[in-house]
Structures are given as C-alpha cells and as structure tokens.
C-alpha cells in the first residue's frame, strides 16, 4: 500500500510538472531546446533596436526558457529585469497574432515601440511587418493582438 501512494505522489507530481512545462511550450515560441528568439539577444532589440545573435557563454534562463545575449552586461541586465526584454506574444509574429495565428518570426523583422519590440514573419510569399506598418494604427494592431494573445497563448502552435 505505501508503495502504491507513493508510485500515485510521484506520477502526479510528473503530470503536473508536465503540464506546467507544456503551458511554456504553448506561450512561447521555442523549440525542443528552449532557446527564445532562436539565440537573439532580447537585449539587442530593446536597448540597441538592432537584431544580434548571442553568445552561449552568455546564457539565462528564466521561466525554463533560455536567452542568449552577446556580452556579459547584456546578461546582467536581462537578469536584474527579464519581463522588461521578453518579446511581445511570446516571440511569436505580431501580425500573425493580430489576424488570431501563432507564426514563427524572422529574428531580423521586428519593430521597437513604446519600450516593447515586435516581431515579424518574412518568408517569400509575405513580409508580416510591411503589413503592420501599412495598417499605420499601431495602437490598434497591438489593442486586437493582445485580446488575440489572451486565448492563443494556451494553445498549441
């Protein structure tokens, strides 16, 4: 009997710890490594409005999601204040999130607005940040993508 309460204990303590990792997996747009912004620097974007690739000798993690950044002060920073640098919509296409679907963004296509940075899907057949700046009503792109991110990020990609 105590066998069977603790098999019972240690199964629903993994289902839980399961399901509080998939709800990160759903919120944000990372791969099986975790890595955020594909190893961009949050850091880059905000403070410098420039796309650069981190550093692995530049690691944090925060809520089981790792961030690269390309010095040693970008690190520091990030760490003191990391809601500050979290990309808007979990990392996810701000266009694609105003018209209600998750898309995975090109690192190197996104806006700095208002102390946020956005960022944007750019394949072949679609440049997603042209199409927000053609809207020209920030606010109101960002007002219907935030009510849109309220339902989509518990949702699956």
Known sequence: MKHLIKTTVIL???AISATGFAQDKKANN???SNIALQGYS???YLDLGIAQKGLKEFKSEHNKVAYYFTTAEQKKKFDKNPNRYLPQYGGYCAFGVYAGAKFRPDPNKFIVKDGKYFLFLYNL???AQQLWLAENNHNKLVSKANGNWSKLKNTYN
Do not use: G, T
Request: aromatic share 8%.
């Open 42 to 44: 949050p850091v880059s």
């Open 125 to 127: 057949e679609l440049d």
């Open 12 to 14: 629903f303590a993994l």
């Open 30 to 32: 990372i791969d099986n």
